[in-house]
């Protein structure tokens, strides 16, 4: 019973020596360039053509009201403003429109020049007003003061619809109907409403 007694406490000091239990540490050394990921590699969506024309439609009309005297800010726009920044385009209009006493009203193509003035087609102001109002809605304006919404503005845009109608001899009825027709020129010209803005005060 006494054999038990033999101990072997020779080799503590061994023990002691091999402190090799650091390879826990020996794991895989962590990305250094960690710091390079936060740029995106890839956008998530690129802007469609209308998304571009929009924006720029949209920050022409606050250029217009910066530049407005008296001042204007957003939230004090009614229709009548919105009818003032459509006539104020229409200086930079492309688009002949015959007035009442000109030979060529309703002429199509007329056959001389005419010294009638030019003006924002119709076509035009509609898809600029619906992208406005759209863009409205997008910087946090309500729905119901949405002042591109308004009655006035839709009047408006009839008139000019009708009046331009006339004046050039085209139809600007729907298209779903009677295809056959000749398109009434699209002579587009929302392209300079925006390089127009740059040039506002003049
Ligand atoms: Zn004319």
């Known amino acids: ?21 650091t390879n826990t540490r020996a794991m895989i050394s ?13 956008p998530p969506t ?3 053509r209308y998304e571009n024309q929009k924006r720029r439609d949209w920050n022409t009309f606050c250029q217009y009201l910066r530049n407005h ?3 204007l800010s957003l939230p004090m ?3 009548a403003h919105v009818l003032e920044f459509l006539r104020y385009l229409d200086q930079f209009g492309k688009t002949k429109i015959h007035i009442h006493n000109c030979p060529f009203f309703g002429l199509p193509n007329p056959p001389a020049p005419c010294p009638c003035p030019l003006r924002q087609a119709w076509g035009s102001l509609d ?28 009047l408006y845009l009839r008139e000019v619809r009708d009046f331009q109608a006339k004046a050039r001899g085209v139809s600007y009825e729907k298209k779903r109907k009677r295809p056959n027709n000749n398109n009434p020129k ?3 010209s929302t392209a300079m409403i925006t390089s127009s803005a740059s040039t506002t005060t003049s």
């Open 77 to 79: 726009c009614s229709g």
């Open 30 to 42: 962590p990305p250094p360039s960690s710091a390079i990921s936060t740029t995106p590699t890839t």
């Open 46 to 48: 690129t802007p469609s």
């Open 69 to 71: 005297r008296p001042p």
């Open 186 to 188: 699209s002579s587009m």
């Open 1 to 21: 019973m006494d054999l038990v007694s033999n101990p072997i406490p020779n080799n503590p000091s061994i023990t002691l020596e091999t402190p090799i239990i």
């Open 127 to 154: 898809a600029l007003i619906g992208r406005l109002r759209a863009a409205y809605d997008e910087h946090g304006g309500k729905p119901e003061g949405n002042p591109f919404g308004a009655r006035v503005v839709r």
